[in-house]
């Protein structure tokens, strides 16, 4: 024992006190300046029998004073204790059950949530919480506030705190937003147990978990159960979460008329093609939420789907007058391409058999084409052009379809989009056929005769595509026709 005692280096409180100092937080720091200061300390085993009681109190009061917290990160910096050991036994040292309790349950939820996913998947890979030395701090501190004002019988705080840590994990990355929806639910259940607030505080609490549930989750199920909530409530009060929010926000009533106005639509385009009359349904209601919040702009964007859905559920009257509100809006916006797109669907409901009236599509076909142009909307032109080339198809008046077909073949190659390119290219194609089909039929029947130029004409178009339907070689057919006739006279 002797022997391995000579190589070990004595080292005095100075040095120790360095060492240490280096590593730990920087709270730590302020711990008694006078260890750092010291050259020369008496050791116990240098000392006689009869100053010892002494140098022991010297000793003590060089010691740093640390708090029972100050102890606990330092075995935390030194043995690499798990942060969320030392905050459960710090927690237990302030008799703080509940607070407890509730990380576990978390520590629990964590665990099932990860067990759900299949190995390599993003759930699965995610950050625990144990291991999160800044949610877990965030989280005891927060817990520790909680636990104190309820055992004041102070709901309004603790709902409060909930919140507070709802939003710093919410603001976080997407894998801890599961901690952000238990702590809504927290700030909910005790806010709910407040009296004599006019229902203020809940509301605050839902407003902000529905925006949470459509904005973070896309849960629009849950959100329109929420923001109903807060819709009713905060009828007629001049409440406003821009003090919680950190945001210049309008009252709670208008902001949640305007997540109500995009929850619908967002759930009206999603079922609108397979449920056109749950999605009329659906935009219905966001019509009234989009009037209520007082945006223009909104109220024109579910103008426009409900028209599209009224189309699809066969309603033409009605699309057609939600049609002209919406043109009447966009207007008065000036917004080109929204005019474009009312342009468009006026000319489409007028087109359907309801209403039959091709002077009126061709208005507003046309109005499409010349609105798009002159604002430079070169997708728009494109589309207007394809649009009044199918219209004048359908018509079968060929030769002004071919020229508009064409025409949104040339601009939407020019843009690049190349399958819109194609449509275009395939049905100039279908109206150009339309307009020699006349001729390919009477070629055809000479062949029928066994006219020997009328089947070498097929055969070189059928071959190498030379055309049989020029001016020249149409006269010169129908010259030999004549010469026939009159032979066979």
Partial sequence: MKGRLKDVQRRDLGTFGRQI????????????????????????????????????????????????????????????????EAIIDELKEGNYEESIQYLKELFELDEEIRRKA????????????KKNKNAMSRLRDGLIIVEQAKNAGDYISTAAEFLNMALSFQAMIWEWWWVAERLYRSALENAELIEDDNHQTSTFVHYLYGRFLFEQI???????????????ASWKKSWNASKITGRKEETIFRECNVLLYKVLLMHAQ??????????????????????????????????????????????VKLAFQNFSKFLAIVKRLSDPEKICNAYMMIALAYK???LNDDVNT????HLFIVNAV??????????????????????????????????SFELYNKLGLSNDADKARALAGVSKGQEIIDQYIHLVQQCGTADPKAITMLCQWKNRRSVFWTEKKEKKLHAEDSEKFAQGN
């Avoid at 896309?218 to 009713?232: E, F, P, R, T």
Wanted: glycine letters at 8%; hydrophobic letters at 35%.
């Fill in 118 to 129: 299949d190995p390599g998947t993003l759930i699965w890979e995610k950050p625990r919480l």
């Fill in 362 to 365: 061709e208005k507003y076909l």
């Fill in 270 to 315: 999603q079922v609108g093609c397979d449920q056109p009359d749950v999605a009329v349904k659906a935009c219905t209601e966001a019509l009234a939420r989009a009037t209520d919040s007082g945006h223009y702009e909104y109220i024109a964007n579910v103008l426009y789907e409900l028209g599209i859905n009224q189309l699809r559920s066969g309603d």
């Fill in 352 to 354: 359907l058999c309801e």
């Fill in 218 to 232: 896309q849960d629009m199920a849950g959100s329109l159960y929420h923001l109903n909530i807060v819709h009713k």
């Fill in 21 to 84: 100092r280096k590593g730990f937080p920087g709270e730590l720091s302020k711990a008694n300046s006078e260890i750092t200061e010291a050259t020369t300390i008496k050791t116990l085993a240098g000392v006689r029998s009869g100053e010892m009681g002494k140098v022991k109190d010297e000793l003590k009061a060089m010691l740093p004073i640390l708090t029972s917290s100050e102890v606990r990160r330092c075995f935390i910096f030194l043995f690499h204790l798990l942060p969320h």
């Fill in 374 to 407: 002159e604002s430079g909307l070169t997708r728009k032109a494109a589309q207007a052009h394809y649009c009044t080339g199918e219209h004048f198809l359908n018509k079968r008046k060929l030769d002004i379809a071919t020229f508009h077909l064409e025409k």
